[in-house]
T-cell receptor, first 114, second 114 residues
Framework: EAGVTQFPSHSVIEKGQTVTLRCDPI?????LYWYRRVMGKEIKFLLH????????ESGMPNNRFLAERTGGTYSTLKVQPAELEDSGVYFC????????????FGPGTRLTVT | GQQLNQSPQSMFIQEGEDVSMNCTSS?????WLWYKQDPGEGPVLLIA?????ELTSNGRLTAQFGITRKDSFLNISASIPSDVGIYFC??????????????FGQGTILTVHP
């Protein structure tokens, strides 16, 4: 069974530019999550999709971040315009419909904003 | 917001030694999880604990869910070089719209000398 995949693995952009991160969850996993780890700190929750609906977006830092999951399959996280403090590793995770807690993480996208 | 205090921040041990790390919180969590992250990879779920007082083993790993629901520890017995990595604790409160949200500790960096 394929795990959670993320693209790209690395992205370097300039302040003010736009970046879109993609996540493909494990097949059959209705729950999809985005997390972020900034500068060696703890991994922080951003939001949670159930299928195509946003269940919880309480962790989204501001309106420069837009997450979508059209069709309830893959998800994108767009940062526009990017700021220096957005640098970090963005993780996507997914879990089975009836067990939202046991989450399986992708390898992450390392975003560097210069 | 809620914080998990994980300690120690880092450990340097000899192969064959036992390791212990823990997480504490000022708030109650209804589920505790332990993850391990290898370089360039995403966190991998090691153990999930669902009941206060629960003691669960997975090979050389043993984890306990504190009776107060405010702490958890992870033990690794007879460490081997491939145990190297960052270990994260995570808690979930469950219920409400944030039922899927995991709160993470800062991580424990484990180095094992052969």
């Amino acid at each position: 069974e394929a795990g959670v995949t993320q693209f790209p693995s690395h992205s370097v952009i300039e302040k003010g530019q736009t970046v879109t991160l993609r996540c493909d969850p494990i097949s059959g996993h209705d729950n999809l999550y985005w997390y972020r780890r900034v500068m060696g700190k703890e991994i922080k929750f951003l939001l949670h999709f159930v299928k195509e609906s946003k269940q919880d977006e309480s962790g989204m830092p501001n309106n420069r971040f837009l997450a979508e999951r059209t069709g309830g399959t893959y998800s994108t996280l767009k940062v526009q315009p990017a700021e220096l403090e957005d640098s970090g590793v963005y993780f996507c995770a997914s879990s089975q419909p009836l067990n939202p807690i046991e989450q399986y993480f992708g390898p992450g996208t390392r975003l560097t904003v210069t | 917001g809620q914080q998990l205090n994980q300690s120690p921040q880092s450990m340097f041990i000899q192969e064959g030694e036992d390791v212990s790390m823990n997480c504490t919180s000022s708030s109650i969590f209804n589920t505790w999880l332990w993850y391990k992250q290898d370089p360039g990879e995403g966190p991998v779920l090691l153990i999930a604990l669902y009941k206060a007082g629960e003691l669960t083993s997975n090979g050389r790993l043993t984890a306990q869910f504190g009776i107060t629901r405010k702490d958890s520890f992870l033990n690794i017995s007879a460490s081997i070089p491939s145990d190297v990595g960052i270990y994260f604790c995570a808690g979930a409160r469950g219920g409400g719209t944030s039922y899927g949200k995991l709160t993470f500790g800062q991580g424990t960096i484990l180095t094992v000398h052969p």
